[in-house]
C-alpha cells in the first residue's frame, strides 16, 4: 500500500504565495514522474506541473511562470511554489506519482487533494 498527502493549502490574497506539499509513504521502492493538477469548481481536472525523478520539470500553461515545482527525492516529496496567486488559481489541488511497489512496475497514485482559494 501507498499513500500521497498534500499540504500548505489556504486562503490567500490575490498576489500572495502558497507553498504546497505532497509526501509518498508506503511500501515503495521507488518513484518515477511526480506531478500538481487542479480542479476548480464546475471545470475539469487539469494539469498545473510534472517533474521526472531526474528533475525535469514541465509546465501547462496553467503553472508556467508564475510555479515552481521540485521534489526532494530522500523525502519523497514533491513541492508546488505558487507566487503571484490569482482569483482564477482557486481549486482543490492534488499530487500524482508513479510508484514502484514491485519491482518494475509503476502505478499512478493519487492524493485527496488541498484546498487552494484566491480572494480578490
Known amino acids: 500500500q501507498a499513500h500521497l498527502v498534500e499540504s500548505g493549502g489556504g486562503l490567500v490574497q490575490a498576489g500572495g504565495s502558497l507553498r504546497l506539499s505532497c509526501v509518498a509513504s508506503g511500501s515503495i521502492l521507488s518513484i518515477n514522474a511526480m506531478g500538481w493538477y487542479r480542479q476548480a469548481p464546475g471545470k475539469q481536472r487539469e494539469l498545473v506541473a510534472t517533474?521526472?525523478?531526474?528533475?525535469?520539470?514541465s509546465y501547462t500553461d496553467s503553472g508556467k511562470g508564475r510555479f515552481t515545482i521540485s521534489r526532494d527525492n530522500a523525502k519523497n516529496t514533491v513541492y508546488l511554489q505558487m507566487n503571484s496567486l490569482k482569483a482564477e488559481d482557486t481549486a482543490v489541488y492534488y499530487c500524482?506519482?508513479?510508484?514502484?511497489?514491485?519491482?518494475?512496475?509503476?502505478?499512478?497514485?493519487w492524493g485527496q487533494g488541498t484546498q487552494v482559494t484566491v480572494s480578490s
Open positions: 517533474i521526472t525523478s531526474g528533475g525535469s520539470t
Open positions: 500524482s506519482a508513479e510508484l514502484s511497489l514491485r519491482p518494475g512496475i509503476y502505478s499512478v497514485y
